[in-house]
């Protein structure tokens, strides 16, 4: 209820909480009467005190409005109270003049008379009217400081989420130059080892990969199915890299190509794979890359089998493609996803990564 002017829906609100108060006024007041045996239709009992929460009603949004803009604080209060008892006052004495002017329309009496009423019938009754004031003023404030309060819990999300956003940012701008040393680092070996055309092709690759990479710059999602096609490309570098040495799977269930997962998820995983599990082997590795629902839940895993992470180099989630995959996940959905790695009862590693399952809207 912030100024004068109300929405519809917040005058709805308003006139009903008053109503509310002057049903309880009006039942009070005659109640009173009738134990001191003074016999008042209950209809004349209500239509006065409706007059009361009816003008009240209409002088609540300004009574909040003076409340933001005369706030009682420790700076003012000198001379903010006193301005307040006098708005009390006033407003005391304008629903008293209101209240009696619709009495006289409403009854049909003669204006004649109606200063003379005003100066002989305004009792001390009329000071619960400042009192009145004050409860509105305090239920004023306390709206402002709720709206405060929620305005700083919005603020205080939006900036968790920017700085979430910010920080993944720079986890994933960490993958590119240690995938872009690794491969080089490949393509040199080829020159040195005389394998001009496949440099040549392993850089043609790249390029195409890195291009991929830079039309997602700045995407924290993207659809599994843009993810798949990206770790294909990579795997075509690393085949490349072991030719002969390294065979690859995917199983992915066609209803989880849609879902939304951090882009870059899947390929630190798979390097993990290759740079630990076959750098050193001369025999024939497997890959294999899962995907599908479980629930309201996205498992992706990638399987080897490899020496497994207790026989190959350390794999206590130190690494920049495990740490940096747990840190952002972590970041991205706060709490709402794991990482988690174990060596397979058959020989090899599994990595598990479980996600909330949310499809590209």
Do not use: C
């Not at 009574?63 to 005391?92: C, K, N, S, Y």
């Not at 920080?167 to 960490?174: D, F, G, R, S």
């Not at 497994?308 to 996803?337: C, H, K, M, V």
């Amino acid at each position: 209820m912030q100024g004068v002017f109300l929405r519809a829906s917040s005058w709805i609100v308003l006139f009903g909480i008053w109503a509310v108060i002057g049903a309880l006024l009006s039942a009070e007041l005659y109640l009173t009467l009738r134990s001191v045996d003074v016999s008042v239709p209950f209809g004349s009992v209500a239509f006065g005190q409706a007059m009361r929460v009816f003008f009240w009603a209409l002088l609540t949004p300004a009574v909040f409005a003076l409340q933001r803009r005369l706030p009682i604080a420790r700076e003012t209060w000198w001379w903010a109270i006193p301005l307040h008892l006098a708005f009390g006052v006033l407003a005391m004495v304008l629903i008293y003049l209101a209240r009696l002017f619709v009495a006289f329309a409403y009854y049909d009496e003669s204006l004649a008379g109606f200063w003379s009423r005003v100066t002989s019938e305004f009792y001390g009754r009329n000071l619960v009217d400042v009192a009145i004031y004050w409860t509105v003023f305090g239920a004023g404030y306390t709206v402002a400081v709720s709206e405060r309060f929620r305005a700083a819990e919005v603020r205080a999300a939006r900036l968790e989420k920017d700085l979430a956003q910010a920080e993944t940012k720079a986890l994933k701008a960490q993958l590119h130059p240690h995938f872009l040393f690794n491969t080089l680092n490949t393509v040199s070996s080829l020159v040195r080892e005389g394998q001009s055309r496949e440099a040549v092709s392993l850089v043609a690759r790249l390029a195409s990969l890195l291009r991929l990479a830079l039309e997602t710059t700045g995407q924290q999602e993207v659809p599994l199915r843009q993810e798949i096609d990206f770790l294909r490309r990579y795997l075509e570098i690393q085949q490349l890299r072991f030719p002969d040495r390294l065979r690859t799977e995917f199983r992915t269930d066609p209803v989880v190509l849609e879902a939304r997962v951090p882009h870059l998820v899947l390929q630190p995983l798979v390097e993990n794979s290759v740079v630990h599990g076959f750098s050193r082997r001369v025999d024939v590795g497997h890959i294999v890359v899962e995907a599908v629902r479980v629930g309201d839940r996205l498992r992706l895993r990638v399987l080897d089998d490899g020496p497994g992470f207790a026989r190959a180099a350390p794999s206590d989630g130190t690494g920049i493609g495990l740490a940096n995959t747990r840190e952002r996940l972590s970041r991205l959905y706060f709490g709402d996803a794991s990482l988690s790695w174990r060596d397979r009862p058959e020989g090899g590693a599994e990595v598990l990564v479980d996600l909330p399952f949310r499809t590209v809207t």
